[in-house]
């Protein structure tokens, strides 16, 4: 880390004296959650952790300064972009922005693989969006340098589920031992099935609140018992909500309905209003990937338990640490 | 000011010495024209002339450096965004452009104080246009960083109005005791109300030149009237024109007319060619918002008087010395 | 260049002691290969090596730091746009991108020139790719900051000529006395025109290698004829590839055909494979300008004579070359 940063090392509970140095995942992919052990997020969380401390200290350092970030988007998501930018901006380093793929190179019928080779020649570490699965996996077989998974369809999108894991470990002090409830739309919301599969590596129980067509895929309840971790599904929150640490809210979509009246039916069920919340304990969090059409009041947004916009922020953190890390610079 | 800046105070005629410290709108928001008064459009004016002075010299300087712009954009609009990119990266600072939001997280209906807040976790200050009016005040109601009003509709575009009377203070020296003239559109053009507005902190004489259906709107015309302001209208030029110290002209577009007949009928009045300048004053500015289509002959170009591109120049001084201001570093 | 930056004069081939400071295009355009003669690509190759051993070894330098490009795209070019882009941030500039100028006041119906006026109020250099020809000639005809042409319609693509030859140069380490074959659709790859007509500044021998209806068009076999370099035509590549030392394949489009069995007929003798490759030279190597479809085998990708995606790079040196030559700072 360069001299002009003042040590906080001190301030980090994560890391073991000695293991500044140590840069776990030094040119390495960042595809799957499926890729990261306790140990790698306690890592990647201890780099985040400071990360806040030195943004919130002095905004922007140059940790990177030099470094180029190919900011790869083929399908627009305005949050993760400017997220990835703001990383790589706040720790000095540049990013070359491409968000319209589509009318391009790619148009013209390019692979994947030839554009990746082509950026790579331009740039240090590549973030890629992209609408279909595998395809992350697929850039990083071909590239030299790394890749970051920012979403590949409904396969994986680590990084939110590492930001929604890190506000977890930020917002309550620890992740063992915590309830953790997630609404809404279980079957089609890749980020609660992330969080699941993240979450098996603490000792943790998870509830399932859905509608019941829209309930957690049996493959993913099968692996998360395979880790003797317990669940538990219902139809309402109510019975659940008083003994939940964290409550994770996803959007229930109308589109995913067979009629308008059924889904009429439901969607009341899946709104957190000042009144529902009333019912929660004090110190429990409400997260939300947003964006969020409706489910949770705005009036809730004063509500020091409401942690989505302080997710956002984590976000940041995370993706700095992870930028730095691939990087050899955490 | 960071200290390998040479200093340039005494060159300042608009800053008494002491003053330099003065950040006026530190965390503020720059929403309408209607929040200035004199005082404050001499301290933007001063901080801007310094900033001229920085770029000509030296092109770009430290003074944000560190700090993120998030430069939201939900209507496109390549002037205002590459200007106010330009001031932030002429100031050291870093930029997240966000040109497509109509395509991502906001079409799948997300609030705009939603986005707002998500931004305001990455940036230091944010840049929007958007079509609606009263959108920027609204985003302000929200966020906890200062946002400036890049255009909201036919609401106001205040960064505008602010380098159009930068550019008459720069080129004729002062505001006071001029005879500014308005030419074309008078009834559509947000640009000339918001002009209007301003120079009634001024002891100025305004005249309208426009078409009949185009007049300035009667509720601009009862504020400027209430200020003591004197104003006249005209339905040519010719009379006006001598006597004018500065000329704005706008566009006259076709489509505000009920035939194409009525159009062509006074179209041609609204042309400033060369010899229509040889009844101009030697030492009058002709200004205009841009972009131009024909309204201007492109002739005149060469004219000393022609002062539409450097007014581009201003602009840039303008919108970095609101930058540097609402972050504290004027 | 900046003090800071060690010496690697000694390390390069081309310049002569003393000329270091020269800055050839100071201030120029740089518009067509017709304007350079055999000194000038010397002088670019050289700071184009200078550059490839810089970001080799650092990676990015702070050469243009405090310089601002205005990356203006009126059709999009994902790879162009990039390269220019990772150029000037390698050098530590900053860039306006402006991708979308068909939304905005272009289509207001604003001209090329009044556009490229007030970006350079913004900017101190301009690349412009634009889909009509002569728009880069014509830009720099009203810009008192240099244009860089970054494709204009089927007209020039001067640095994109300019990275084959250096790709040529860097691999082969001299450029004359080779034999350079060029493959496919030559009748409309702006691509080999602009490389045919650089090349007849050195001493080599060029081959075609094309369907009959896609042939290299009279006026650049005429043109090459006036400077006396010896070309051939071939129908098919067989004969002519085991004395090639460069082949330089193009696409084959099948809508450049009567009809789809005409190109049935042709598009296998334009594919190449490994198997092809045999007959080649071991010191060979294979150019494609890319985007490649399918003309090139992705088997071939790992043959150390493959060249393409090191073309790809040796083009960030080129244009790195040209941005500091313009910017005065080679």
Redesign the interface.
């Known amino acids: 880390m360069a001299t002009h940063i003042p040590p906080i090392r001190k301030q980090n509970p994560y890391l073991p004296f000695g293991d500044q140095k140590g840069t776990r995942f030094y040119g390495q992919d960042i595809l799957s959650v499926k890729q990261f052990n306790r140990d790698d997020l306690e890592y990647i969380f201890g780099v985040a952790h400071e990360m806040a401390g030195m943004v919130r200290r ?4 140059d940790l990177l ?4 970030l ?1 900011n790869l988007f083929y399908e ?4 993760t972009s ?2 990835f ?2 990383a790589m ?2 720790l000095g380093g ?1 990013v ?6 589509r ?4 148009s ?4 994947l ?3 990746i ?3 790579e ?4 570490v590549i973030v890629l969006r992209h609408p279909e699965v595998g395809s992350a996996a697929m850039a990083a077989k071909y590239a030299r340098k790394p890749i970051i998974n920012a979403g590949d369809g409904i396969g994986e999108h680590p990084t939110q589920a590492l930001l929604d894991l890190f506000t977890i470990q930020e917002e309550m002090g620890h992740i063992d031992g915590l309830t953790i409830t997630m609404l809404g739309d279980l079957r089609n919301g890749r980020t609660v099935h992330s969080l699941s599969r993240l979450l098996t590596l603490f000792d943790v129980c998870i509830n399932y609140v859905s509608p019941d067509i829209l309930r957690m895929p049996a493959e993913i309840i099968g692996e998360i018992n395979d880790k003797n971790i317990p669940q538990k599904e219902f139809s309402d929150l109510e019975t659940i909500l008083p003994e939940s640490d964290v409550l994770y809210v996803t959007r229930v979509q109308k589109e995913r309905f067979a009629t308008p009246e059924e889904y009429e039916s439901v969607k009341g069920c899946y709104v957190i209003t000042r009144e529902i919340m009333q019912k929660a304990k004090e110190e429990m969090i409400v997260m939300h990937p ?4 409706g489910e949770i009041e ?1 009036e809730l947004d004063d509500d020091p338990r409401a942690a989505y ?1 302080r997710q ?2 984590y ?2 953190y995370v993706r700095m640490a992870l930028l730095a890390s691939v990087l050899g610079k955490a």
């Open positions: 002095i905004g922007t350092f300064k030099g470094k180029i190919a627009p998501s305005t949050r400017a997220s930018t703001a901006e706040r540049s070359i922005p491409i968000n319209e793929v009318y391009s190179s790619v013209k019928g390019e692979s693989p030839d554009t080779r082509t950026l020649a331009y740039a240090d947003l964006p969020r059409v705005m916009f956002v922020e976000g940041l």
